[in-house]
């Protein structure tokens, strides 16, 4: 047999072994890596809400907590990149990034969340600030161009279910204008992260996101100072527990829940990863029933578990032939 006709034979098995059906497992552009940072952000940022909430219940100001715990993160995340030589001033193409995390993610949402609690109650208050998934399902299709399966129609569709559960619209009182106001806050902060989430998207850094996070968190705190100044009312009397509190989340839950946060939105397709974040609200009511003693009622359990079937529905990987 000559040497023509081997790589004849060769190249018709490849062509037969290329083209023979299979299965294969399609993770629709979801990393792993991303899951787990998808996973942290919702332990690290849902656990700071019952914490949050205790240091207020002690004492502390909810916009005062807002600031210290936006300084604490920018310092913490300044000294571990010096120390790992990697603190320097982000570029021009940093700036979508930056500026989206700093001015939406981080200075409107607390300002926003923290001047609704005065209205809203902060179970509900802790739900409706994260329903990013209402804003970024369209934006994703309109700025994004990123297809959305059925799949992941459905996912957005249980895990909304699962917040207006959770939310108890039925129970809102809604002929008092403080209220709505404080409703349209949330739903502000809410949008907030979603334009974050598209914008991260959209324009990617060229720095990582860890080297992105003190430049972040200090431009959330300079915006946030003029705000906890003007409201006025002094920092309130703080408890040694609340002190703890504020270092845990500032030095700790902060940073690396921040972090997780933006690089989840940027390693994973916008829609699966602001379905994923309602999973934030649902830790932050089951750690609040565990720790704080607040009753788990049947509304609770139903729409923590809508929401929950939403998160894994959008990151479980489709099956398809190939």
């Known amino acids: 047999m000559n040497q023509a006709s081997v790589r004849s034979g060769t190249s018709r098995v490849s062509e037969r072994i290329a083209t023979a059906p299979r299965r294969t497992w399609d993770a629709g552009g979801i990393a792993p890596a991303g899951l787990a940072q998808l996973a942290g952000s919702i332990v690290l940022l849902g656990g700071a809400w019952p914490i949050t909430k205790y240091a207020v219940n002690t004492g502390a100001t909810p916009l005062w907590f807002a600031e210290g715990r936006a300084v604490l993160s920018c310092l913490a995340a300044a000294v571990l990149l010096g120390v790992m030589r990697r603190l320097r001033v982000p570029g021009r193409a940093d700036l979508p990034a930056l500026l989206s995390v700093g001015l939406l993610q981080l200075a409107a949402f607390f300002a926003l969340v923290h001047a609704a609690v005065a209205w809203v109650p902060a179970g509900r208050t802790a739900i409706l600030c994260n329903v990013t998934s209402v804003f970024v399902a369209p934006l994703s299709l309109l700025v994004l161009r990123e297809p959305i399966s059925r799949r992941r129609w459905a996912a957005t569709s249980l895990g909304l279910a699962g917040v207006v559960v959770l939310m108890g619209p039925w129970a809102i009182d809604w002929s008092r204008a403080n209220v709505l106001v404080g409703h349209a806050f949330l739903l502000g902060a809410a949008a907030g992260w979603a ?26 705190s300079l915006v946030l100072l003029p705000l906890v100044l003007l409201e006025g009312g002094g920092v309130g009397r703080w408890s040694p527990g609340g002190v703890a509190a504020l270092a845990f ?11 997780c946060v933006m690089q989840a939105a940027v390693s994973l397709p916008a829609l699966v990863a602001s379905v ?9 009511l089951l750690l609040a029933s ?26 479980w990987p489709g099956r398809v032939r190939a």
């Open 195 to 220: 334009v974050t989430i598209i914008v991260v998207r959209r324009f990617p850094p060229r720095a990582s996101m860890l080297e992105l996070l003190p430049w972040c968190f200090g431009l959330a």
């Open 249 to 259: 989340i500032g030095l700790l839950a902060g940073p690396v829940g921040t972090w």
């Open 276 to 284: 994923g974040f309602l999973g934030t609200p649902v830790t932050g």
């Open 290 to 315: 565990a720790w704080l003693g607040e009753p788990m009622t049947a509304d609770l359990l139903f729409g923590s578990a809508l929401v929950l079937g939403g998160v894994f529905c959008a990151a």
